[in-house]
C-alpha cells in the first residue's frame, strides 16, 4: 500500500498498517483551527461482502480489532456491498447472507450502526440469475434497507453537531448493468436537505460508489489509444459535476465517504474530501492473495471536529493473519 504509507504520519503508523490523512490547507479548504475540538470518533466500514465461509471469521476479527482501539470509536459508519452478492442470489442464498449478518453483528458490535446500499445491496438485480421476476415484496432496496434499518433507500440524521447524509447511488438497467449516479428524484431531495439544514452545520455524505474517484483511472486499461481516458460509468459518479456543484452552492459539505473500488485514495476540491475506504473484505475474502492492487483489508477511524475539519486513518486490521 504504497501510495498510502507515504502520506502517512511517522514510520510507527505504517509499520503497524496504519496510513493517517489530517486535513490541511489545500484549495478552499481552511485551515483547522488550533483549539479545535474532537466531537466524535468513526468507523468506516464498506465492502464486507459477507457470505458463508472466510468472510465469517474475517468480518469478526474486523469487529474484534476496531473494539481494542485504546481510542475506540462509538458509530459505525457502513458504505455498502454488505453482504456478497444479493444482486444475483436467489431468495434462499441470499437470506443465507444477512442472516449471517445479523448473527456476526449481534455477536461482535454493540455500537449503532448507519448504512449506505450498495450495488450487492439490491436483491435481484440480474433476474436470471437471481431467479427474480421484479415483483417479489422484497425486492430491490426493500430487503436491505429493512435487515438494516434503515428508514429508506437514502436518508439523513444528526449527530454531535454534524449532519450525515446516507445516498443509495447505483442506477441500474434493464440488462442488470449499472453506473453511478442520483436520479432526479433523489437529487433533488439531497439539494432540499443540505439547504434545509443550518448552513453553519458541517456535512459527510455516504454512498457506496464514489463521488469523486482517484484510483478510477487506474483501476484497468482505461488510457484511451491516441490519448485522454476512459472510466467505466460504474466505477465513479456520471453526475460528479452537479453534485459538485451543488455542494458548492449550499457550502460546508466537507467529506464524502465511499467504497466499491476495494482501493483507498483521497480527493480534495472545493473544500470537499472524498474518501474512498478500502474494504473489509480486501481482495474478496482470498485467503491466498488478501490485498487488492496492493490494498490490504481494512477500515477506517475518522475523527469530526467542532471546526467542521476532519482527520482519517485507514487501519489494516488483518496483516499477519494465516487461516488454519
Known sequence: MDLTRRQAIGAGLAALGVASFGQRAAGQTSVPAANRRRVLRVAHITDCHLQAGPAEGGLARCFQHMRSQADAPTLILNTGDTVFNADARDEAETALQWALWRRITRAENSLPMEHALGNHCFWGANRERSKTTGREPRWGTKWAVDELGMPGPYYSFDRAGWHFVSLFNTRFNDAGGYTGGLDDEQ?????????????????????????VSVCSFFDGNNEREGGGWTINGGAMHTDARRLMQLFREVGNVRLCLSGHKHQVDLAELYGTRYWCGGAVSGNWWNDANPAHLGFERGYSLIDLYDDGSNDIQYVEYDLGYKPA
Open 187 to 211: 437529487f433533488e431531495w439531497l439539494a432540499e436537505d443540505l439547504r434545509r439544514r443550518p448552513a453553519n452545520r458541517p456535512t459527510v455524505i455516504l454512498s457506496h460508489i464514489s463521488i
